[in-house]
């Protein structure tokens, strides 16, 4: 086969050309890359290439020996630098890359697809011609409902996790879960558990393991660690057919410097700042998307879209968002140049993030924009109409680094501290926020999440509970790293499935017990949720009894009856007679008691009702008097 080239087939219009160059074009997935498709009766592969500073591209693969002139494809003739041109006879599978002679600087050198939909598994770094259509999915009851089941009056409780290292094949070289098997364990574990929504590390395709997928090469290709993209769509297809959302980690605030990618992809800085005080992220060593270049946008918009269209996802997490709104992020004085107005704001990324969530909103309405922001940039989630930045809802980095260092603390200490646990509430409801404990806390000897619990193995685990009891009472949707619901010691290594034989200890599994039964107990009672966002669901029964290390609240929902009462002990001292203040008279009992036998703990507690007596109490006409467990957290509702 000769596989001659065409020149009279174009994927692009007019206004593709005109919206791609405004910074507009949401899907360039569907125009550029290689895309299979038949020309005058003739089966071959449609290629389109951003290159605009390029003398000359050329197809090289497997067709063709990897030779570097004999597919040369043809710049337009509009002034967008895309080079185009369809190859008879290329089939789906084979590998390929670009050959960029550049206009400057004598730069000769191959590059990936910035557009492939599937690449080699690395270490190998070419493209693969592939197509992402055409899967049979059969999520649609789900994707009828999920605007229900991703709402910010929904309960939200998310599994974190890294794919190559959730559970491994020991016996296999210690191999990976592939995405069809994780279809099968993955799913079983997650109904075990009671969780809503599961959240991917990156599965873009990025060369080195040990970056955990956040030095992308790949914006638009599932990583081909785990399989092929249509196993990957599968993955997510079953886990919507029993109940369960999907997001994705994505990162448009850098990429990696490997040279197959997207850097200095035509010889020129095209996809990165051209500046390196804009360009280049000095604490990762990679590099920064020029987000004032409306192509770029363009880029980055289409690949958002493009996993929540061709894949189905449910919810992006877009990482690093203080490091794109800041430009003295992690620099030193004199590292960065002030912008127009004077001030250190990087106005370009606002703009475009600002872009982003108005696009996909806009086409995805049901879906989740999460951003890990760990600041205290204003309006985060609140609606570009206003000047937020759009997103749906923001990681509170707040509440997770002050209810970790207050956990840290011997309870003997608490009482100095106790600011740390109420602080939150003064602004627990200015964003749309989630809980989270992700995988950035355990990891770089920051330790794992119960050895940064104080005292013996019964405190360490009775303070674990405590922690995750008041975590999923406390105002924002919940997320829960992978081994935290398991109270592994080690910190995460990404080289190693996580430890699972722990859970033949009681301590581990009555632990995962406990945290399965407050998933269900928090997805079936709706006063743990419906108003997570605003001040009418929760009210401080006491917020100031530092000398007992005892904070206490009502979650409310628009019924008073489904009101959950919270009690917390912080302290190692059993609290007898401890008396709160209650809005009704009648009965009340514990739904729920982090220090239950059933969990390994004390079996301390409060077995019958609870009535309250006409004694006013925390301004509150009625008081009841329990037992208060020592580190120990209980729910109470009115019977």
């Not at 886990?239 to 992809?265: K, Q, Y």
């Not at 919810?315 to 004199?334: F, H, K, Q």
């Not at 081994?483 to 200890?505: C, M, P, T, V």
Request: hydrophobic share 35%.
């Amino acid at each position: 086969m000769t596989h001659a080239m065409h020149y009279n087939i174009s994927t692009l219009s007019d206004l593709d050309i005109y919206l791609f160059k405004e910074g507009n074009h949401t899907k360039l997935y569907e125009k550029f890359g290689a895309h299979t498709m038949q020309y005058k009766g003739l089966d071959g592969v449609h290629f389109a290439v951003w290159a605009p500073n390029a003398q000359s591209v050329s197809v090289r693969g497997d067709f063709n020996g990897y030779a570097t002139e004999s597919h040369p494809l043809k710049l337009r003739e509009d002034d967008s630098g895309i080079w185009e041109g369809f190859i008879e006879g290329v089939e789906q599978g084979l590998t390929y890359k670009y050959h960029i002679i550049s206009k400057f600087h004598n730069i000769i050198h191959d590059k990936s697809d910035p557009f492939a939909f599937f690449s080699e598994k690395p270490s190998k770094s070419a493209s693969r011609v592939w197509s992402v259509d055409g899967y049979d999915w059969q999520d649609e009851k789900w994707m009828q409902t999920r605007h229900k089941l991703n709402a910010h009056d929904a309960p939200v409780s998310v599994y974190e996790m890294h794919l190559g290292s959730w559970r491994r094949k020991v016996e296999e070289e210690n191999r990976y879960l592939s995405y069809r098997e994780l279809a099968v364990e993955l799913l079983a574990y997650l109904k075990q558990m009671h969780y809503t929504h599961v959240e991917f590390m990156p599965l873009t395709e990025y060369p080195y393991f040990g970056s955990w997928g956040y030095q992308v090469t790949g914006y638009y290709s599932a990583t081909a660690r785990f399989g092929e993209p249509q196993d990957l769509m599968y993955l997510i297809d079953v886990l919507h057919e029993n109940g369960f959302g999907v997001i994705m980690d994505w990162v448009p605030s850098h990429f990696a410097v490997d040279m197959h990618g997207l850097v200095n992809f035509d010889g020129t800085a095209l996809y990165e700042h051209e500046d390196p005080q804009k360009g280049f992220h000095p604490e990762w060593g990679s590099y920064i998307f020029n987000y004032g270049r409306n192509e770029v946008k363009s880029f980055l918009i289409s690949s958002a879209m493009f996993w929540l269209d061709k894949y189905h996802i449910d919810g992006i997490r877009v990482d690093a968002v203080a490091s794109m709104l800041y430009l003295n992020y992690a620099r030193e004085e004199g590292e960065w140049t002030p912008n127009v107005n004077g001030g250190n704001e990087n106005l370009e990324a606002v703009a475009f993030l600002r872009k982003l969530n108005e696009s996909v909103y806009a086409e995805f309405s049901d879906i989740m924009m999460i951003a890990e922001e760990s600041t205290a940039w204003p309006m985060v989630t609140r609606p570009t109409s206003i000047g937020g930045l759009g997103f749906g809802f923001k990681w509170n980095m707040g509440w997770m680094h002050d209810t970790l260092k207050y956990m840290s603390y011997d309870p003997i200490h608490r009482q100095h501290h106790h600011h740390q646990l109420t602080f939150s509430l003064w602004y627990a409801f200015d964003e749309h926020f989630m809980l989270p404990l992700s995988h950035d806390e355990v990891v770089h000897m920051k330790g794992s999440l119960i050895n940064k619990m104080p005292g013996d193995t019964n405190q360490k685990f009775a303070n674990l509970r405590t922690m995750y009891a008041y975590m999923m009472a406390h105002p924002g949707k919940k997320l829960l790293f992978m081994g935290g619901d398991i109270a592994q010691y080690r910190e995460w290594n990404f080289k190693e499935s996580i430890d699972w034989h722990l859970l033949k200890d009681p301590y581990h599994a009555n632990l995962q017990k406990m945290l399965s039964d407050l998933n269900h107990l928090y997805r079936n009672e709706r006063a743990l949720y419906q108003y997570d966002e605003k001040h009418a669901g929760f009210e401080w029964i006491d917020d100031g009894d530092y000398q007992h290390n005892c904070i206490s609240f009502m979650r409310k929902s628009d019924l008073p009856d489904e009101t959950v009462y919270v009690v917390c002990n912080f302290a190692d001292e059993t609290w007898v007679s401890y008396k709160i203040g209650v809005p009704y008279e009648g009965e009340y009992v514990e739904i729920f008691n982090s220090q239950s036998s059933y969990y390994e703990g004390w079996n301390i507690g409060n077995t019958g009702p609870l009535k309250a007596i006409k004694e006013p109490m925390h301004g509150r006409e009625y008081s009841i008097t329990l037992t208060l467990p020592p580190l120990g957290v209980i729910y109470l509702k009115k019977i």
